[in-house]
Every structure is written in C-alpha cells, then in structure tokens.
C-alpha cells in the first residue's frame, strides 16, 4: 500500500483556518487522495478526495501540489465540531479500498 | 436518514462463544466492507465483498468470516472470540466503480469479550 505522512497532532482555534498537510512520495499517477474524519464514538466520514487539480466542497478545500507527492486539506473556519482525526488515504485506481495510517488528531480551541 | 446501519452498537459475548454482527445498507451499493478498530488505533480493514465476490486481507484470521446474503445485508461471524476481539466493528460500503470512490461507514457496533 502507498503510505501517507501526516504530522500527529494539530491545534487551533475557534474560527479560524486549519491546514492539515499529508505526504505522500510514493502515490503513483492513478491514485486518488482521500480525506476522511473521524469524530469520537463515531464511523468515519468522507471529507473530501482527488487526483491532480485542487477540489472544494462545502466541508473543506483539498490543494495537491504540482508533483503530487503532498497534499493539504484546509478547513475554512474550524468550529468545535471539526475536532476529529483525519485520516489521508490514497486509493489505487479500482482497488476499492482504504488503508487508513495513524492520522492527524486537531483540537480546536474556544 | 442513516444509510449504513449497524446492529446493534453494542455487543457483550464471552470469550469462546460466537458472535454475529450485522450491516445494512439502502445504498445499493455494490461493494461493503468491514474494519475493525482497536483502542486508539486507525480502522484496519478486514475484508470486503464486491458484489458476491468476497475478498479476504492477507492478515485477517481465520477465526472471522463474512456472508453477504443479499445486496442491502452483510454480517461479520466472529466463530471464537478471544479478549483480544474486543473492539469497534466498522461497516462501510461504496459503489465499487472506478476511481474516487467513495466510502460511507455506519456508526460501528463496540464488542466486549468478557
């Protein structure tokens, strides 16, 4: 499986922009890049995904960098619902499957 | 409305006895999977049917099994639970078609081996 990097743990607060940058050397050119959170007590949930150009949608805006090999997930305007792990998965192209690392555990501040 | 729904969300057994855990989708979606989630631990994926067609992880023991009966249903037999069975169980489901895709999780069902 192709591994992604992220960094443990994030801060931030209340209303402010989070990034949340995802390495990712090895991704070859037909695999997308996932991003999914996971509340307490919950399942995970799809944030957001893509191949090559920068993908907005009403949760979160994903940039990936020229080459591919990095990515970063923005959220806008981080409210204390957003305090999750969030997970970068890359999914091989027909492979079906997710292979989740360690992600990245923000904390957002009142 | 739900759209992946796991039952139930918990779910005691002893140690030994066998245990089923059970998904449902109004997704029609081709492909479901299940993970399981340790303690502080990311979901590891245990195996997943594409259609009928069921797909094992090298790593997953012997000890859990899998039926998919129908399009919406999916069911994880655990034969033997030992302590370290115990975690949250994951169902998800996608559709199966090309790249992007796009997984949707039901809320987990929490298994306790006593």
């Known amino acids: 499986d192709a591994k992604t990097t992220q960094p443990n743990s994030m801060e931030s607060n209340e209303e402010e922009p989070v990034h949340l940058p995802c390495n990712h050397s090895?991704?070859?050119?037909?695999?997308?890049i996932h991003w999914y959170r996971q509340l307490p007590s919950q399942g995970p949930e799809y944030v957001i995904h893509g191949l090559t150009s920068n993908v907005n949608n009403r949760m979160a805006s994903l940039a990936i960098a020229e080459d591919r090999k990095s990515s970063t997930l923005i959220l806008h305007r981080a409210t204390l619902r957003d305090a999750a792990v969030y997970y970068c998965?890359?999914?091989?192209?027909?492979?079906?499957?997710?292979?989740f690392g360690a992600g990245t555990t923000v904390t957002v501040r009142a | 409305d739900a759209m992946v729904i796991q039952n139930p969300r918990y779910q005691v057994t002893q140690f030994g006895k066998p245990v089923t855990l059970s998904c449902s989708q109004t997704l029609n979606h081709n492909v479901m999977y299940w993970y399981q989630q340790k303690s502080s631990q990311a979901p590891k994926l245990l195996f997943h049917y594409y259609d009928k067609d069921f797909n094992n992880e090298a790593d997953t023991p012997d000890n859990f099994q899998s039926r998919r009966p129908n399009t919406s249903f999916c069911f994880l037999d655990i034969r033997s639970p030992g302590l370290g069975d115990a975690a949250m169980y994951l169902c998800a489901t996608s559709r199966g078609q090309g790249g992007g895709n796009i997984q949707y999780f039901g809320a987990g069902t929490r298994l306790s081996v006593l």
């Open positions: 998965i890359l999914e091989r192209s027909n492979d079906y499957k997710l292979s």
């Open positions: 090895t991704i070859s050119g037909t695999d997308y």
